[in-house]
């Protein structure tokens, strides 16, 4: 019998919250219904959330705890504390029948935490969950539509692609839309998805890197567009394009990119076949990174990635108060201060 303490890592929030619900499900299954809690571990100590799985309910037979952001366990009394629960549970010569109807659920964005604790978790019970690699996007976005009753032409993929976060719960997201306002047996086109997405969205991470790289403003007006979309993001923080840990992932994402695009161009100018292997396949992406290549050196563009993983680090640790003001730094730092603020980094040759 393997233990109820699972370990779920890694960027890929679609899949990862795939899993985490699919763990629920077959609680419900066993037990009829249980007490659904989520924490953070910015926000809540790892004895609160030992002693909501230790506590024993008159009315639910089972409970499930979702503890994210587990990669700032770290102190040697929590490690011990969740150590002790997760010994109470585990089978042994003098443990024959543990409780099994109390599950934890680890959660990380990051791809590992602490080793003290990994090494508590059985093999079988943990999982990284990395982002798609770019031969997988379009094959998995055009599988979503034919699930849905849909079929979709290959630019207009691409399109979408290039529009939304590279994650399967965004993805579903925005595409979504396409199933409400289209019916059963459509091919969406091109002119399909400028109509659906590129007018009508809402604000997200992209518009918000495209703002930062708009090379027709100055700096100044870049500055002052960039903080108008943020606060636009943070006000549907509700939603999970608008948390704070979306928005940096998604900037991640861009600067990653805009590091390869550096890296292409060392050699020259890449043509179109090697742009679009590398994700950057339209017209429009490809002004987009041009004009960030002129703005930010590739030393200035891996000061900025590190610093982006910084300010998720002092989010999470600092606790929700202080992310407005963490984020309105980071777009300053990147824009004004191109990343050199933080940290330095010598330019390849």
């Known amino acids: 019998m393997s233990i109820p303490v699972y370990l779920y890592t890694g960027p890929e929030f679609g899949e990862r919250n795939d899993a985490v619900n699919a763990l629920k499900a077959d609680l419900k299954k066993k037990f009829g219904s249980f007490d659904d809690y989520l924490y953070y571990a910015t926000d809540t100590s790892v004895p609160t959330v030992v002693s909501m799985l230790q506590s024993e309910s008159l009315f639910t037979p089972a409970t499930c705890v979702v503890y994210k952001s587990a990669e700032l366990i770290k102190k040697k009394e929590d490690i011990e504390y969740l150590s002790s629960w997760i010994n109470s549970v585990t089978p042994n010569p003098k443990n024959k029948t543990p409780r099994d109807s109390a599950v934890l659920i680890l959660v990380s964005d990051e791809t590992s935490i602490d080793a003290k604790i990994t090494k508590l978790i059985p093999k079988e019970n943990q999982k990284i969950f990395w982002v798609m690699f770019e031969n997988r996007r379009v094959p998995w976005l055009k599988d979503l539509f034919r699930k849905n009753g849909y079929s979709i032409e290959e630019d207009a993929a691409e399109m979408i692609l290039e529009m939304v976060e590279n994650n399967t719960e965004s993805l579903k997201n ?20 400028d109509s659906v997405l590129a007018n009508t969205r809402e604000e997200s991470v992209f518009s918000l890197f495209g703002a930062m790289v708009d090379a027709s403003q100055t700096q100044t007006k870049r500055l002052e567009n960039s903080l108008t979309i943020l606060q636009k993001l943070r006000l549907a923080a509700g939603t999970s394009g608008g948390s704070a840990d979306a928005i940096v992932a998604g900037l991640t994402f861009c600067f990653r990119k805009l590091q390869v695009y550096h890296q292409l161009c060392r050699n020259g100018h890449p043509d179109d076949f090697t742009l679009k292997k590398n994700g950057i396949s339209s017209p429009s992406m490809r002004t987009q990174y041009s004009n960030a290549a002129k703005l930010w050196t590739i030393g200035q563009t891996m000061a900025i990635i590190s610093m982006l993983s910084s300010t998720v680090m002092n989010i999470r640790s600092s606790g929700t108060a202080m992310e407005e003001s963490y984020l309105e730094m980071l777009i300053y730092s990147i824009i004004v201060k191109k990343g050199a603020s933080i940290q330095t980094y010598q330019d390849f040759e």
């Open 174 to 193: 925005e595409c979504s839309r396409f199933f409400t306002l289209f019916p059963q047996g459509t091919c969406i086109t091109s002119e399909n998805v």
